[in-house]
């Protein structure tokens, strides 16, 4: 269903859009240009706009040389970037480029204004305005018999493009560093199924063929979240090389572009989930605890419990979401999975045992620039990706993999760190119900009502889930704790 809002921009899917101006399709046919504008309406409003004010330039100036208007693949680069670094609009970059666009449209040109609006150029005030960048870019790589930017882009060099286009958004708090994260963990394995190639020669068999293999399970392994996560990020990739230009398909790769997860199971995998998810016993946890030897493995236990926190949310913790002076000590951050939707705001009143940890580790974290909370003893992140081949660095998981070896338990039940997440929101679902369980975990609430109508989160909203985190730890993990036997309740006759 769609929504229409009085600034001309239609919501549908999760996402804004608008149609500004024309785009030369296939066909030669002039067809109306939609512009995806994410999820935030104010950014959407703010893009839309500069959008609108650049089309109506271009308009103007093919109006004075009799000529129709359209968008090309270089020009819709040049309005993305104009956007993104904040550029003014300014008119002479306008007529030149609307001059010289008919016949330069090539990847060379592209990448020399993606090297030129660099973000160290494009932040420092010493930079000169947009007609000079474009200046610069069109002396450095124009020559009128180049070929377009789909025959000679090729696909990691576009994809290096989206990369910069998604840090541009992380700068911007459009977008959260773990989606950026798991967005270039995506394209690595895009890039894997589908070979370093002109954008265009990627067609219906390449994408097809690259989905198949990432469904494949028997073969490379990947669990049904990710298959259905990467397919998602590969649709949204190519949905922006579309969107820019870049690429023009002759087939409907968004229908493509699906993967069905209740179809990606095994039949084992069906019946354990029809039996419900695994989760630790008080117990377990109890044993585990106890073959903690020091602090750090059992702060690691208490937020994964305590927070229902996964490694990632541990490791972008930062100051200011710990406030261990309050009354009562407590923990508040938006979960960074849901950054992207709503924000969703997480309250956890912390544990005695979780203030004391959690309150002599940070006094040994030093300052830093974003203001980690827990970085290692080398100064790194807990999570983070390295640059030079974007593999994942975990040191939480190390850290887990050792004390559940030094442990008794059944290797089926030593499960990963994630399953005391899995383990609290159980606890706490058997407590209070579905509806705090849904506290607990911060799950996203993408009500239209909740996201434009409400004001600041009160914590007294959290008073039922608060009283619940109290109750876990003395009534389901007080072996854990060495804590006394809860008596159990006796019913009045």
Same mark, same amino acid.
């Given at each position: &269903?769609?929504?229409?809002?009085?600034?001309?921009?239609?919501?549908?899917? %999760?996402?804004?859009?608008?149609?500004? %101006?024309?785009?030369?399709?296939?066909? $030669?046919?002039?067809? /109306?240009?939609?512009? &995806?504008? $994410?999820?935030?309406?104010?950014?959407?409003?703010?893009?839309?706009?500069?959008?609108?004010?650049?089309w109506k330039n271009l308009k103007d100036v093919n109006a004075t040389d009799g000529k129709q208007a359209c968008w090309?693949?270089?020009?819709?680069?040049?309005?993305?970037?104009?956007?993104?670094?904040?550029?003014?609009?300014?008119?002479?970059?306008?007529?030149?480029?609307?001059?010289?666009?008919?016949?330069?449209?090539?990847?060379?040109?592209?990448?020399? #204004?993606?090297?030129? $609006?660099?973000?160290?150029?494009?932040?420092?005030?010493?930079? /000169?305005?947009?007609?000079?960048?474009?200046?610069?870019?069109?002396?450095?790589?124009?020559?009128?018999?180049?070929?377009?930017?789909?025959?000679?882009?090729?696909?990691?060099?576009? &994809?290096e493009m989206y990369k910069e286009h998604l840090i541009n958004e992380v700068r911007s708090n459009e977008r959260s560093r773990?989606?950026?994260?798991?967005?270039?963990?995506?394209?690595?394995?895009?890039?894997?199924n589908v070979s370093d190639q002109p954008l265009n020669g990627i067609g219906y068999t390449q994408i097809s063929d690259a989905i198949a293999a990432i469904k494949h399970r028997s073969v490379n392994g990947y669990a049904v979240d990710t298959i259905t996560t990467t397919i998602k990020d590969m649709r949204?990739? #190519?949905?922006?090389?579309?969107?820019?230009?870049?690429?023009? /398909?002759?087939?409907?790769?968004?229908?493509?572009?699906?993967?069905?997860?209740?179809?990606?199971?095994?039949?084992?995998?069906?019946?354990?989930?029809?039996?419900?998810?695994?989760?630790?016993?008080?117990?377990?946890?109890?044993?585990?605890?106890?073959?903690?030897?020091s602090n750090t493995q059992k702060l690691y236990i208490l937020l994964g419990l305590n927070l229902a926190a996964t490694q990632a949310q541990i490791s972008d913790l930062v100051m200011d979401d710990i406030n261990l002076q309050a009354n009562p000590p407590?923990?508040?951050?938006?979960?960074?999975?849901?950054?992207?939707?709503? %924000?969703?705001?997480?309250?956890?009143?912390?544990w005695p045992e979780t203030v004391a940890l959690l309150s002599e580790r940070i006094k040994r974290t030093p300052k830093t620039k974003e203001g980690w909370a827990l970085l290692t003893k080398d100064g790194a992140k807990m999570v983070y990706f390295k640059e030079a081949n974007g593999s994942r660095c975990d040191c939480i998981y190390r850290a887990w993999k050792k004390l559940l070896d030094k442990t008794e338990l059944q290797k089926d039940r030593q499960l990963s760190f994630k399953y005391l997440r899995k383990t609290a929101s159980d606890m706490v679902r058997k407590l209070a119900g579905e509806a705090v369980q849904k506290q607990m975990l911060a799950?996203?609430?993408?009500?239209?009502?909740?996201?434009?109508?409400?004001?600041?989160?009160?914590?007294?909203?959290?008073?039922?889930?608060?009283?619940?985190?109290?109750?876990?730890?003395?009534?389901?993990?007080w072996k854990m704790f060495g804590l006394p036997e809860p008596k159990p309740l006796v019913l009045a006759a």
């Open positions: &269903m769609k929504t229409k809002n009085k600034n001309s921009l239609t919501f549908h899917n %999760g996402q804004f859009r608008a149609s500004i %101006g024309y785009e030369l399709k296939g066909d $030669g046919q002039r067809k /109306p240009k939609v512009f &995806m504008l $994410g999820s935030d309406e104010r950014i959407a409003k703010i893009k839309a706009d500069s959008f609108r004010t650049i090309s693949p270089f020009f819709l680069d040049y309005a993305m970037k104009l956007y993104m670094s904040r550029m003014s609009v300014v008119e002479d970059s306008i007529h030149e480029i609307a001059a010289f666009n008919t016949q330069s449209q090539s990847a060379q040109v592209v990448a020399a #204004f993606h090297s030129l $609006g660099s973000d160290a150029q494009r932040h420092s005030p010493s930079i /000169p305005d947009g007609h000079e960048i474009f200046r610069q870019a069109k002396s450095a790589a124009w020559s009128p018999d180049q070929s377009t930017s789909g025959q000679k882009l090729m696909l990691s060099a576009a &994809m773990a989606s950026l994260n798991r967005k270039t963990a995506s394209l690595r394995v895009v890039l894997k949204a990739f #190519f949905s922006w090389l579309e969107d820019t230009g870049k690429w023009k /398909p002759d087939f409907n790769f968004s229908k493509v572009c699906r993967a069905k997860s209740n179809k990606l199971y095994t039949l084992s995998e069906k019946k354990q989930r029809g039996s419900g998810q695994k989760i630790f016993t008080p117990d377990e946890l109890a044993t585990i605890y106890a073959a903690a030897t407590h923990v508040r951050f938006i979960r960074s999975k849901t950054i992207d939707v709503t %924000g969703t705001v997480g309250y956890y009143e912390l799950h996203a609430n993408t009500s239209m009502a909740t996201r434009h109508y409400t004001g600041e989160i009160d914590p007294s909203e959290f008073d039922k889930l608060s009283k619940t985190i109290h109750q876990i730890r003395t009534e389901k993990l």
